[in-house]
């Protein structure tokens, strides 16, 4: 009993930073039907940005979470501008999925030149010695994890439902049109959501670095994973994103204790294509229906 209670938390762990990172996806999902494929990249920025204010700096943890959160929204910005808005008004998907790779690319390679190919450690802000609840070892990081990963995605959507900024975002997402006729700024709203989308991954960056190890590949295989996660739980559905991450997290858990470490990855993009074949809109998402 005591091990699968210490699986499960590690599962819940790891799911709450993937279904973070796919919560990014869906807030530009829904607002411009595109996503950034350089989510992880941002991820890994936010990590290394947030261990340079926290090591050099001396800004301590707080300070690291605000730098990457600053560093994330300017990358929103940077690529919604550059990337995004270019394609929207081309109408082009070609060209914004080969944008924001190449974005990413860019920002590995320019981390390399930054900050090295080695990778570093990230100090823990609570300590790396393990805390024992009924017989369960827990590391104080991973508690940090899921309890700022459920603060931020239900901030988001409180946000999103009691706020004039949030309600515009709501529009914008169920009718692009209808929003601009009544008055809302739908290019500003597609920007923000792309802001808030990148600053969220940015401090996910600084969330999961003291549990792994701050690099400029980092965010590759994170972000990767995290796309998995929105397009099984639907990419137009908050609770789809959280339930996909719990999955996915708990699955590579129970894999790596019970099957083999080098399985690990396999059962989240068996579970994508299985979903993909059963259900192409996800476990929570809808049908969309175009009219002609």
């Known amino acids: 009993m005591t091990d699968l209670l210490q699986l499960i938390l590690s599962g819940v762990a790891l799911g709450m930073i993937y279904a973070l990172l796919a919560f990014g996806y869906n807030i530009t999902f829904s607002t411009s039907r595109t996503i950034n494929f350089a989510q992880g990249e941002f ?8 261990l340079t204010a926290a090591v050099t700096w001396k800004l301590g943890y707080a300070g690291a979470l ?16 550059a990337a995004i808005a270019p394609a929207l008004k081309t109408r082009s998907a070609v060209s914004w999925i080969l944008a924001t790779v190449a974005l990413g690319i860019i920002a590995r390679n320019a981390a390399e030149r930054i900050w090295g190919t080695d990778d570093a450690r990230f100090p823990a802000p609570l300590g790396d010695d393990p805390l024992t609840f ?22 988001v959507e409180l946000f999103r439902r009691k706020s004039i900024w949030g309600k515009a975002v709501t529009a914008v997402a169920a009718d692009k049109d209808a929003a601009a006729l009544m008055g809302i700024n739908v290019p500003l709203v597609i920007t923000f959501s792309f802001v808030l989308s990148s600053a969220i991954a940015a401090v996910s960056g600084v969330l999961v670095a003291p549990l792994t190890l701050a690099g400029a590949t980092m965010g590759t295989l994170l972000g990767t994973k995290a796309y998995a996660v929105a397009i099984v739980g ?31 990855d396999t059962p989240g993009f068996v579970l994508l294509i299985f979903i993909l074949l059963v259900k192409p809109s996800g476990l929570f998402g809808k049908k969309s229906i175009k009219k002609v």
Request: glycine letters at 18%; proline letters at 1%; hydrophobic letters at 55%.
């Open 134 to 155: 009924l017989g369960v070892r827990v590391l104080p990081q991973e508690l940090l994890v899921i309890g700022a990963a459920a603060l931020i995605m239900s901030g």
């Open 234 to 264: 639907g990419l137009q559905s908050g609770l789809g994103v959280l339930v996909g991450g719990l999955l996915l997290g708990l699955s590579e858990q129970f894999t790596a204790r019970y099957v083999s470490t080098g399985y690990k």
């Open 66 to 81: 605000f730098a990457a959160a600053i560093v994330g929204c300017l990358l929103g910005v940077v690529l919604e501008k």
């Open 43 to 50: 991820l890994m920025l936010g990590a290394l940005t947030g």
